[in-house]
């Protein structure tokens, strides 16, 4: 079954630097991939997919993630951050070899944005 | 648009009570998903429906939990009954349909915290 790994719990950072939360799934033949960003008291919003061709998606809010297929990862990176970034981020997978290509979100990745 | 719409927000009862959720998805949205999100983990899927048939429901405690979406449009999640574990946000997500691939976005709904005491 897959599987998702959000190495970071929590990841403190100061204003307008820039951050990198990592995020490496099972192996798979091929997978979609999905970052979701969740403010406090709301539901999920999507920040970026990757489907297939370029390994590098960009998505909204300057937000950018890389897929490496050899190290199964994608890894979302933003060159500068703002207050207004501070959320819950998780990496999710969608397997298309599973019925209804179910969706397995990792943990989570607290973005903590200092001024 | 408007987006996924779930009530109530809040909600707190007594173990061994019942409770019940519902979710309002976007309009022309074929699936909709229930995820259980435990604080301090990511969104687990309970159940997901295409239409009004069910396509995954392997991760939901069925000797507890139900859930229906009649006519293929809204859907009402009920735990009966309760128990301290299931204190979580309860969230709601729709999207166009598996048929258009893994891919489709799901949007999600605000959630229900539940507090089970």
């Known amino acids: 079954a897959q599987s998702v790994t959000q190495l970071d719990s929590q990841v403190p950072v100061f204003e307008e630097a820039p951050v990198e939360l990592r995020c490496n799934y099972s192996s798979s033949v091929s997978v979609y991939l999905f970052w979701y960003v969740q403010y406090p008291n709301q539901g999920l919003q999507l920040l970026l997919k990757y489907l297939s061709g370029s390994t590098l998606v960009k998505g909204i809010n300057g937000f950018e993630a890389e897929f490496n297929k050899s190290q199964t990862s994608f890894h979302l990176r933003k060159p500068s951050v703002h207050i207004s970034d501070t959320a819950e981020y998780f990496c999710?997978?969608?397997?298309?070899?599973?019925?209804?290509?179910?969706?397995?979100f990792g943990a989570g990745t607290r973005l903590f944005v200092k001024a | 648009e408007a987006g996924v719409a779930q009530s109530p927000r809040y909600k707190i009862i007594e173990k061994r009570q019942s409770v019940a959720f519902w979710c309002n998805p976007i309009s022309g949205h074929a699936t909709l998903y229930w995820y259980q999100q435990i604080l301090g983990q990511g969104p687990k899927l309970l159940i997901q429906?295409?239409?009004?048939?069910?396509?995954?429901d392997s991760q939901l405690p069925k000797d507890r939990f139900s859930a229906e979406r009649l006519k293929g449009v809204d859907s009402t999640l009920k735990i009966q009954p309760a128990k301290l574990e299931d204190s979580a946000v309860y969230l709601c997500?729709?999207?166009?349909?598996?048929?258009?691939?893994?891919?489709?976005?799901?949007?999600f709904g605000p959630g229900t915290r539940l507090t089970v005491l």
């Open positions: 999710a997978v969608s397997d298309p070899d599973t019925g209804g290509f179910k969706t397995i």
């Open positions: 429906f295409q239409n009004n048939g069910v396509v995954d």
């Open positions: 997500a729709s999207s166009w349909g598996i048929l258009a691939g893994g891919e489709n976005e799901q949007f």
